[in-house]
């Protein structure tokens, strides 16, 4: 109970967060233009050196094995939300290019932005170097088989271009691993650049959600019962049941926790952002991103009762 506890003062925190962005711009504090920039500068500036901050407040005392254990685990993660993309849409009926949408949902969570915060929480810098293993596979799957599925959503026929995949999060990935992979220990001015730089990332990403939610009606997201289904499948069912198997397994506990609540996060804002960027709808997904991030503030507390 003591978890659940802590994280559902976290989840308030970050829905705080979330509701400074929802008001700002039902106010007009910030318009379309102000939404794009600060989007742009959270995914190629702040994102980046979150990465690089969480390298250098990692534990420097996790084994090669927990690494090893991880790898294998993110991994199995990818593999299974390729194929629960795939099933998921099917069970819950979607059609169409639609059924292109929820698989892009399923497999692309909020592996970054929320899970960093929430696992902090439980773990404190613990966790972050395992969530940076999940970042990197996140920004290579979702500049090839996420581009194509965006496409697919439209209709056409995918037309995938590596350099697409060549972008600031993905850069910083690698970095950041090679980083922690030398053992280099990084010092001042560096350092507080990227604590306090790193620091103001999960804010602005809230505040940018907090946006995306204010731009549509609130009619626009009672009006799929589907989209209500698909989130108790993708926030409490699958996690718990993961929870419950991977329970059995001798891994490290901490690698096992994070594999989990990876698995319950909701669905990544950048979906939208492809949506956006390659002209497809993108209704379905903005009802996924913030149906699922707001009930997310009950159900990731609850998986954790299951860890």
Known sequence: MT??????????????????GYY??????VGEEGYSSLSTIVANILNPILLFNAVITAD?????????????LVGIYYVLLIVLGIVIPIIIRAKGTESYQYNLMTIFSNVGFMAIPVLAALYGNGATIYIVFYVLVYNVLIYSYGL?????????????????????????????????????????????ICGYMGDATIPMSMFITGISIAKFPVREYLASVRVYIYSVIKLLIIP??????IKGFPLDE????????????????????????????????SRGIVITTILSIITIPLVSLFL
């Open 3 to 20: 978890t659940f506890l802590v994280l559902l003062k976290r989840m308030i925190a970050l829905l705080f967060m979330m509701a400074c």
């Open 24 to 29: 700002s711009y039902k106010k007009k504090w």
């Open 60 to 72: 420097r005392s996790i084994g090669t094995g927990q690494i090893v254990q991880n790898l294998i």
């Open 148 to 192: 194509y599925l965006t496409v697919k959503t439209k209709g056409d026929k995918a037309k995938y271009q590596l350099k697409s995949m060549i972008n600031p999060g993905f850069i910083g990935s690698i970095l950041a691993i090679l980083l922690y992979a030398s053992g280099v220990e990084v010092g001042d001015p560096f350092t507080t």
């Open 240 to 245: 718990i049941a993961a929870a419950l198997i």
């Open 254 to 285: 901490m690698v096992k926790n994070v594999f989990v609540m990876e698995i319950a996060m909701p669905v990544g804002a950048l979906v939208l952002a492809l949506n956006r960027n390659y002209g497809a709808n993108e209704i379905v997904t």
